[in-house]
């Protein structure tokens, strides 16, 4: 199978956020929109790393306009503070690409106190999005894009214990909860603010050896391709994101989960434990989207 990159129609005068854009799938990202035009900033943990990052995709495009920003997800309080020094009066779409994944115990916490991966792949992203609100209504047209995986695939939302307060704690669990919850928080945010002129939708990108795998290690890459799993690049990665950022393809379209540039399929069970596509109803119930916002609400206060 190939996977084309999507390069974006010309994107001037579009400012774009995207978290964990430093490296891996979100640098692609960046990069791609850089060359169409738009003004990027990435998002980073690492404020040097991210400065190394920006400073190569001008090095690729001389013209790019490319800066950073401190963004730790995993604490809330410097979050916002990040996002309150943020330069901007208006935001033409933002990626929520940034996130986490652990493979073995022991169960960490956020500076928060809720389970970390849960903390940095949903609760940060839903309290940055909320807090940009302003500045993505102001474009009156902006897009929010919410990277998830097929790994929802494994879990819905447990909302009686969200945090494995009761139940032994297993990482590949915690994970595909977070990424279940990155669809809902797209199909709830689009409910509500599609009026403002913000459409929100998700996306799998591919399985793709990136730093996100650091803490899975090889192994579990390997066996996945001796099982017919297909790697994409993390350039090809990129695609969808790029697609929903910043494609009039999908204009006017919201609450949506994309895979390989297309919308997926609503599939009723999850085919094999690699290589399975398509989205879980659980993942698109407007019930638990819902509920899920106002649980976030509080978490965040």
Known sequence: MTWNVHRPPRAEGVT???????????????????????????????????????????????EAAVGHMPLDLADLT???????SL?????????????????APPRRESADGHELMFATNHL???????????????????????????AHLRSPVIFDDLHFAFRPYDPS????????????????????WADDGIRVNALMPGGIATNLQRHVGPALIENAVKGGFQLKTAEQGAA?????AASPLVDGVG?????????????????????SGGVAPYALDPANAERLWEVSEELVG
């Open 16 to 62: 774009v956020l995207v978290t964990g854009g430093n490296a891996g799938i979100g640098y692609f990202v960046a990069e791609q929109l850089a060359e169409a035009g738009a003004t990027v900033v990435l998002g980073s943990r690492d404020p040097a790393k991210a400065g190394v990052a920006a400073a190569a995709i001008r090095a690729r495009v001389p």
């Open 78 to 84: 410097s979050l916002k503070s990040s996002v309150d």
């Open 87 to 103: 330069d901007v009066d208006r935001l033409d779409a933002v990626v929520f690409n940034a996130g986490i994944a652990l493979d």
């Open 124 to 150: 940060g992203h839903f309290a940055l999005a909320t807090r940009l609100h302003g500045a993505l209504a102001a474009a009156d047209g902006a897009r929010v894009v919410s990277v998830s995986s097929a």
């Open 173 to 192: 669990l915690a994970y595909a909860q977070s990424k279940t919850a990155n669809v809902l928080f797209a199909v709830e945010a689009d409910r509500r």
């Open 240 to 244: 969808t994101s790029v697609l929903l």
């Open 255 to 275: 609450g949506r989960y994309f895979e390989d540039v297309n919308e997926a399929e609503v599939v009723q069970r999850r085919a094999g434990e690699t290589g």
